[in-house]
Nanobody
Framework: QVQLTESGGESVQAGGSLRLSCAAS????????MGWFRQAPEKEREFVAT????????YYRSSVNGRFTISRDNAKNTVYLQMNNLRPEDTAVYYC????????????????WGHGTTVTVSS
C-alpha cells in the first residue's frame, strides 16, 4: 500500500513557476514508476509526466515538454514536478500517481493516487 500526498499548488500569473511535491509512504518507493496527471475543469484527467523508479527515464506530454521537469529523490520518498513558463491552460488539479506495473502514460496502469493539488494560472 502506498499513500501519496501532493503539495505546492498555488495561484500564479502566466510565465511564472511552481514546484509540486508528492510525498509517498512505504519503504519500496524506488520500485514504483511515478507520474503526474492533471484534470482541468470540465475536462478529462490527462497524463503530464512520468519518471521511472531509478529516475533514469522520463516521459512528458508534448504541451509541457521543455517547460516541466519531473524528478525524484528516492531517499526522501518524494517526486517533484518543476513547472516553468506556466500558461493559463496549465490550470488544473494536479495528481500524483504510483505504478507498480511500470506504466508510463496510461492512467489504468497506476495503482495509487493522491488527492491532488490545485494550480491556477492567470493571464
Amino acid at each position: 500500500q502506498v499513500q501519496l500526498t501532493e503539495s505546492g499548488g498555488e495561484s500564479v500569473q502566466a510565465g511564472g513557476s511552481l514546484r509540486l511535491s508528492c510525498a509517498a509512504s512505504g519503504r519500496t518507493f524506488s520500485r514504483y514508476n511515478m507520474g503526474w496527471f492533471r484534470q482541468a475543469p470540465e475536462k478529462e484527467r490527462e497524463f503530464v509526466a512520468t519518471i521511472s523508479g531509478s529516475g533514469s527515464d522520463t516521459y512528458y506530454r508534448s504541451s509541457v515538454n521543455g517547460r516541466f521537469t519531473i524528478s525524484r529523490d528516492n531517499a526522501k520518498n518524494t517526486v517533484y514536478l518543476q513547472m516553468n513558463n506556466l500558461r493559463p491552460e496549465d490550470t488544473a488539479v494536479y495528481y500524483c500517481a504510483a505504478s507498480s506495473w511500470g506504466a508510463t502514460m496510461e492512467m489504468d496502469g497506476f495503482d495509487y493516487w493522491g488527492h491532488g493539488t490545485t494550480v491556477t494560472v492567470s493571464s
